[in-house]
């Protein structure tokens, strides 16, 4: 790889496509990692689960989004290529062949976890484990819990193949009568076998549990479609079944709106319908089944035969979240989130807080409750005019529309924007906004061809000086579920420029404000590029200079190819810079002549990295009190620069700089226990715990940061950041 490099090299760029990783085999290669950590045995063996759950799931989503697209690019009779040179056909091939591995790969992680569960006294059970009281239990469940939910239905020439929705599992079965009654209740054996065989199909209800717990003093469970298999009987009395299998079906989620819709609700809403009966794009048959129900399945549900998987083991593993808190003991141990000493110090008022001093706050490890106590206390201050708030996702009986709801129903001006594109969560923003114009909010829905992505908000209050705002930038959503996983950042402001930007961001989302000019934040479509772009050339204009030059970044993915390039440039000149990216990296690092002084690493852990971060040395090098740092809600891809309203926020409070700076992306890149290392050919290597970074010590950023408090959350003024992590600064060689 590096010898095909080094010659097509021009002013030490490459030229060709080969300098990026295609971005859908990097997207599996992290799920790969995903699953290495259900392998992890430092985890506790429920956490294992969780982790092979989320990397089933993760594959529903990539084939529900990302294969989906390029399948009907090959249906239109689209064929150009990615940025890496591969064509759509070549990248549905490659995917379909790492799918394969990953599949196998998961049910392999299945057994060996299986294992390990019995060892610690849980067990799903087959059917010929089953005791006779267990039976007799397990019948009375069916018949109660179980037989009034589920639709039989037989599949016949004369009516159409019945729908099964994404994500559906289901039993097939082929069927013979086993005897006809005769007028007297008398069986006729004869007229039975005379009788063609039948098929039929039962759909496991999405509402009923995939696992049952068979009660006892074991820890025993038996799958739904197990259970449903042992009492056929009572769904097909006079019947035998001859054949039986198992199947599950992923359609295509992706949503197409018009591009000018006079009602973006009722036109998402019938997109909505129309994802319900996607078409299918990958099957997978649990083995072992009979050819001809297979080949029956198969052409009923017209899916090629590179989309069909056949597994020995579980189909929908994403469901064994189910069995995650079967013990708790079996888990993580319990984290509870530190409330900012700063808040509490200024009697539990959040304005008074941040009127002192910016404050960011490190979620999960610092509460996302301070968020909610934001909103909640505008709610109940008389002194609040108005509140201004994006919403991209949001819980369940979220307290943030809570607080929003209770604002408006007191009168103050409550403007919200409500993204309807957040994917997997439209219905529930729809109902959302519902709610919050009932309650007299002004709802902002945006445009279908603007995704709003950006988490702020900006409430402003009457003061004895006049009016004053506070502002709320997030590199998260509103989710306090999320919040509890999700490793993220919020800053607080009383900053009048920075206030200014979040009201000129709120006209650009509500009215199109498009020529706003913007003192500090930079906004994407707006200027968010051009001015990642500038920081990138000032650096390389450094290191030419002879002056420290050096980028520290932190983002869930990095796609966009300028960008790539720019940062090749960078590194060409002289730049020293470190990454650290989630998931999609398309960049290859250490090309000699070409990315030489580009490091780049991925951590995976208890916690989802998930707050994007931005460090410039600004020819002071990093870490530096001189250096830029910015916090932003976009990724480096193509879609978050051009069509997604973001935010990236510069960080110049001296302890909020210094926090994020020296404390947390410090600690980010010292990581060994969770990181892995992405090589010039796109693999990955795990790090050794106790590498040459750590003094041959193991360090553990989420560990770090769940038992050190952080330095702006603080009531009083602790050591500096630079002592706390002085030996977490990795030094260049």
């Known amino acids: 790889m590096t010898d095909k490099f080094a010659s097509e090299k021009s002013s030490g760029l490459p030229l060709g496509p080969e300098r990026f990783i295609n971005r859908e085999l990097s997207w599996l290669a992290f799920n790969r990692r995903v699953i290495e950590e259900a392998m992890n045995t430092a985890h506790p063996i429920l956490e294992r689960v969780r982790f092979l759950s989320i990397s089933a799931k993760n594959i529903n989503e990539f084939y529900m989004v990302r294969a989906a697209g390029l399948m009907a690019q090959q249906r239109g009779g689209h064929n150009h290529c990615a940025d890496d040179g591969m064509t759509v056909q070549e990248q549905l091939a490659a995917i379909s062949n790492a799918s394969a591995i990953i599949l196998e790969q998961q049910q392999g992680c299945w057994a060996i976890l299986c294992d390990a569960l019995r060892e610690e006294g849980i067990s799903v059970v087959s059917r010929g484990d089953i005791t006779e009281p267990e039976r007799v239990w397990l019948e009375r469940y069916f018949m109660e819990q179980v037989f009034p939910v589920l639709t039989p239905t037989a599949i016949d020439p004369a009516q159409p193949f019945p729908f099964i929705p994404n994500l559906g599992l ?397 940062l090749y440039r960078a590194s060409n000149a002289g730049v020293k810079i470190d990454l650290v990216v989630r998931g999609i990296c398309c960049l290859r690092p250490g090309i000699v002549g070409v990315s030489e002084n580009i490091r780049v690493k991925s951590i995976v852990g208890r916690f989802l990295e998930h707050a994007r971060i931005i460090c410039f040395g600004a020819g002071a090098g990093l870490p530096s009190k001189d250096a830029k740092v910015f916090i932003s809600s976009a990724d480096w891809m193509p879609r978050n620069l051009n069509r997604r309203i973001e935010t990236m926020v510069p960080l110049e409070n001296p302890t909020v700089h210094a926090q994020v700076l020296d404390e947390i992306m410090a600690a980010n890149l010292k990581d060994t226990v969770q990181s892995w290392s992405l090589g010039p050919d796109g693999g990955y290597q795990r790090l050794k715990p106790d590498t040459e970074n750590t003094d041959g010590v193991p360090f553990s950023a989420h560990e770090y940061f769940m038992t050190n408090p952080s330095l702006s959350g603080r009531s009083t003024k602790g050591p500096t950041s630079s002592k706390i992590l002085k030996s977490l600064i990795r030094k260049r060689k």
């Open 170 to 566: 289901s039993l097939i079965l082929e069927l013979k009568a086993l005897s006809l009654a005769t007028g007297k209740g008398k069986a006729n054996k004869t007229n039975g076998d005379d009788l063609e065989p039948v098929r039929a199909l039962v759909p496991l209800a999405s509402q009923l549990n995939r696992f049952i717990r068979i009660p006892g003093t074991a820890t025993r469970f038996i799958t739904l479609e197990n259970l449903i298999i042992l009492f056929l009987d009572r769904l097909f009395p006079g019947y035998q079944v001859i054949d039986q299998g198992v199947f599950r079906v992923v359609r295509d989620t992706e949503l197409e709106l018009e591009e000018k819709a006079e009602d973006l609700v009722r036109v998402m809403s019938t997109a909505l319908e129309r994802r319900r009966r996607g078409s299918v794009i990958r099957l997978t048959f649990m083995t072992p089944i009979a050819l001809q129900l297979r080949g029956f399945i198969v052409s009923a549900l017209d899916v090629s035969g590179a989309h069909v998987f056949d597994i020995d083991g579980l189909a929908g593993l994403a469901d064994i979240l189910e069995l995650v808190d079967a013990r708790p003991e079996l888990q993580f141990k319990p984290y509870h989130s530190r409330f900012p000493e700063r808040i509490e110090a200024f009697g539990g008022d959040a304005f008074a807080a941040i009127k002192a001093k910016d404050m960011i706050v490190h979620h999960p490890y610092e509460s996302f409750d301070v968020v909610v106590q934001f909103l909640h206390q505008a709610a109940d201050d008389p002194s609040v005019v108005s509140i201004k708030q994006s919403l991209y996702r949001t819980s369940r009986d979220s307290p943030i529309i809570g607080a929003l709801i209770k604002t408006a129903e007191a009168g103050k001006s409550v403007t919200v924007m409500v993204e309807l594109q957040a994917r997997f969560d439209e219905e529930a923003n729809i109902r959302w906004s519902r709610d919050l114009e009932r309650a007299g909010a002004q709802v902002i829905f945006g445009s279908v061809n603007l995704k709003t992505h950006a988490k702020l908000s900006l409430i402003t209050r009457r003061e004895k000086s006049g009016l004053k705002s506070y502002a709320h930038f997030g590199t998260g959503n509103y989710h306090p579920v999320n919040a509890r996983t999700y490793a993220d950042l919020s800053l607080f402001t009383s900053d009048r420029a920075l206030c200014r930007d979040a009201a000129r961001l709120f006209n650009l989302m509500t009215g199109y404000a498009r020529s706003e000019k913007f003192e500090k934040i930079a906004v994407s479509p707006v200027n968010l590029r051009e001015t990642l772009m500038a920081h990138i050339d000032g650096e390389i204009d450094h290191a030419r200079s002879g002056r420290p030059a050096a980028i520290w970044a932190k983002m869930n993915q990095l796609v966009d190819g300028d960008i790539i390039d720019a």
